[in-house]
């Protein structure tokens, strides 16, 4: 924390409340998924979160921030001044940037890496590319979940060209025809866009039912996923 960001606070509450002491203030930065503050007053002590992607913000956003801040725990109007720095200081096109690189890293969509502790994502494709596919399909993005979801096994996502799969398969108690079926299965999706059947989408149409029959031991590798 810097210790300037302290003294801004008190500062910004002595000026709005300018007659009461100025309570406990504790001020850090957060690393929010985005441009987020909060303030909140507990036990008579002020807690403050600012974003830690204003942490190079000049003084005078910082400013701008604490005195926002302190207007709306005591619902107290904002200065337009400070508002319009605030908001241009966010709005400007490098900490938009910012943002977006963070959420990146931070959000959903972080791209991760292949590699897992048990499994390599990209070895998978490569093996079942020849066995079936006659190394035809290009490897889109493999990648392994951020968390251990269980309501999304495995997802192939076209707008990314990006395959993921969840981390509930990379355990050594998960068999690799297991996760073979679920990468193939991903993998036909690939092969098979979606197609439109008048309004109805075709997700999996019957010719992709066909050919995912004949992957080996699909009924006791679907039954071996329904029991994860
Ligand atoms: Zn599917």
């Not at 959420?103 to 066995?131: C, E, T, W």
Request: proline share 6%; hydrophobic share 40%; with cysteine.
């Amino acid at each position: 924390m810097k210790a300037s960001l302290l003294h801004i606070f008190q500062e910004m509450h002595r000026r709005q409340r300018p007659r009461s002491p100025v309570p406990d203030l504790m001020v850090e930065f957060f690393p929010f998924a985005n441009v987020n503050n909060t303030i909140r007053l507990r036990d008579g002590r002020i807690l403050v979160r600012i974003s830690d992607l204003l942490e190079t913000a000049p003084e005078s956003v910082l400013r701008a921030i604490a005195h926002i801040l302190v207007a709306k725990l005591y619902r107290k109007p904002i200065t337009p001044s400070h508002a319009a720095r605030y908001r241009q200081y966010v709005a400007s096109h490098r900490l938009s940037a910012k943002v977006h690189l963070i959420r990146q890293m931070r959000g959903r969509k972080r791209i991760a890496s292949p590699h897992g502790d048990v499994y390599d994502l990209d070895q998978i494709f490569d093996d079942l590319n020849q066995r079936f596919f006659h190394g035809l399909l290009g490897r889109p993005q493999m990648t392994w979940s951020q968390d251990h979801a269980r309501n999304h096994l495995g997802h192939f996502d076209p707008a990314h060209n990006t395959i993921v799969v969840s981390r509930i398969f990379d355990r050594k108690k998960v068999p690799r025809f297991v996760l073979e079926y679920l990468v193939y299965h991903e993998m036909l999706h690939l092969k098979h866009p979606v197609k439109l059947k008048g309004t109805r989408r075709c997700v999996h149409g019957a010719e992709f039912q066909a050919e995912e029959k004949l992957f080996p031991q699909v009924e006791e590798a679907k039954r071996i996923i329904r029991a994860l």
